[in-house]
Structures are given as structure tokens and as C-alpha cells.
Nanobody, 124 residues
Framework: QVRLVESGGGLVQAGGSLRLSCAAS????????MGWFRQAPGKEREFVAAIDWRGATTSYADSVKGRFSISRDNARNTMALQIHSLNPDDTAVYYCAATTGPYIATVTPAYHYWGQGTQVTVSS
């Protein structure tokens, strides 16, 4: 059984940076695309970033382009999201997710495995 565990969230001032991590266990996810989503209070879960199985191709939501960077380490079965220039609109629970295919997906139904989420709160 695959388990995804996020870490690295917290309270940060606007303009600050965070690095979120996702650790997978149960099986290797090196053949699967992975992604980050977020959900703010009262809003639907939304796509943030995705990376293909090799880490060669990435995709970002328009709202985070240039500020967020997704990466993965298949040898360690981990994924990360480096976040810069945080603003209050980035406040949300951030979820790590994995598909069961090699190519990038940007919609939630494409993702089979989900973590429990990590809270990111940005103060103005």
C-alpha cells in the first residue's frame, strides 16, 4: 500500500519561502508522475504543479509560475516543492499526489494516491 507523507508547511510572512517535501513508502513511485495540489478554506482542491516520472517535464498553474519549483528524487522516493515570494493567496493545505502513469496530469481524477496534506499559512 502506497503512503505519501508531506512535511515542511508552516506559518510564514508574505514574501517568504518554504520547501515542502513528500516522502513515499510502500512501493517505488519512480515510474509514476506526481504532483502538488492545494485547497484553501471554502474552495475546491486545485492543481499547483506536476512532474513526470523522470523529472524531465514539469507543469505549473499560472498562479504559481515563476515562484514555485517542483522536483523529485526517484532514488529516495521523494518529491519537493520549493516556494518563493509567498503571498496570502497561497494559504492552503498542500497535498502531495501520485498518478499510476508516467506522464503529467493536472486534474485530480488522474491521481490515485494522496497524502494527508500540510498546512501553509501566509501572513500579510
Amino acid at each position: 500500500q502506497v503512503r505519501l507523507v508531506e512535511s515542511g508547511g508552516g506559518l510564514v510572512q508574505a514574501g517568504g519561502s518554504l520547501r515542502l517535501s513528500c516522502a513515499a513508502s510502500g512501493r517505488s513511485l519512480s515510474s509514476y508522475a506526481m504532483g502538488w495540489f492545494r485547497q484553501a478554506p471554502g474552495k475546491e482542491r486545485e492543481f499547483v504543479a506536476a512532474i513526470d516520472w523522470r523529472g524531465a517535464t514539469t507543469s505549473y498553474a499560472d498562479s504559481v509560475k515563476g515562484r514555485f519549483s517542483i522536483s523529485r528524487d526517484n532514488a529516495r522516493n521523494t518529491m519537493a516543492l520549493q516556494i518563493h515570494s509567498l503571498n496570502p493567496d497561497d494559504t492552503a493545505v498542500y497535498y502531495c499526489a501520485a498518478t499510476t502513469g508516467p506522464y503529467i496530469a493536472t486534474v485530480t481524477p488522474a491521481y490515485h494516491y494522496w497524502g494527508q496534506g500540510t498546512q501553509v499559512t501566509v501572513s500579510s
